[in-house]
């Protein structure tokens, strides 16, 4: 049976998170990190996906796919009724930062330079609905926890990851059931190892004050919501920080 669900964010340390949760000799991913069922292959059949979870042991099961973050309500009540004590981790990182992050990726997925693109091309890919949709973390926490109970959501903070990736992993293991004490004996360094980084280019000033305009209320509600003042997340430079740690 699956024990957990890395549900998102897309562009928020779940490849890190997939590495050094894999690491753990009680966790297993036998589909690997994305198995993208249920917003992709849900043609095959609840069944299928159960199956990949059929082993037997003293671990813990899971995926980590970020486009779970954008499921409907009835497919999250679906996995409730065929999975209900599972588990979900939920990483965020500033929207700001993730909507370009994600706009280097599909550039590069469209085999453009970046001095091919335009300021229009980019404004338009922060506009899109699925770029939209991937920052908006208030409504994804509804749509789950208005299924699961609050606590059955771990919501972890990218800027934790980069202050204190041992801490972070440290909660994981409590909220997972596993044991923490493994992240305790890792070398710190190794906590803080680049995990597949993404393109690495400034943002435009014009276009990080376009997603600072198109972002501000939306982190002002979901610092007051969380009650953690991120307005850091505003005063962002749009510069790639010279941190080890990878946000991808």
Known sequence: MIDF????????ATTWLYTHLELHPEIRFPGGKEIH???LHRERG??????????????KQGEITPAYALLEQSAIRE???????????YSIRNPIARAWSAA???????EMTFDEASDLWFIDHFKSAGSRQRGDYAACLRRWRSV???ERVHLVF????VSNPCAVLLDIADHLGIDPAFYSRTEPTKLSTTVFPGPEYDARPPLLDFLRTLYCRQIEDFGKEM??????????????????????
């Open 46 to 59: 609840v069944a299928w996906w159960l199956n990949i979870f059929s082993q037997e042991g003293n671990w």
């Open 158 to 161: 990218v800027d934790d990851i």
């Open 227 to 248: 009650q953690r003042d991120l307005k850091t997340w505003l005063e962002w430079d749009g510069r790639k920080l010279p941190l080890t740690v990878s946000y991808e």
């Open 104 to 110: 280097l990726m599909a550039l590069e997925r469209a």
């Open 5 to 12: 669900l890395g549900i998102g964010a897309q562009k928020a």
């Open 37 to 39: 069922f249920w917003d």
């Open 148 to 150: 699961f109970p609050e």
């Open 79 to 89: 996995i409730r009724a065929i999975a209900p004590e599972v588990r979900m981790v």
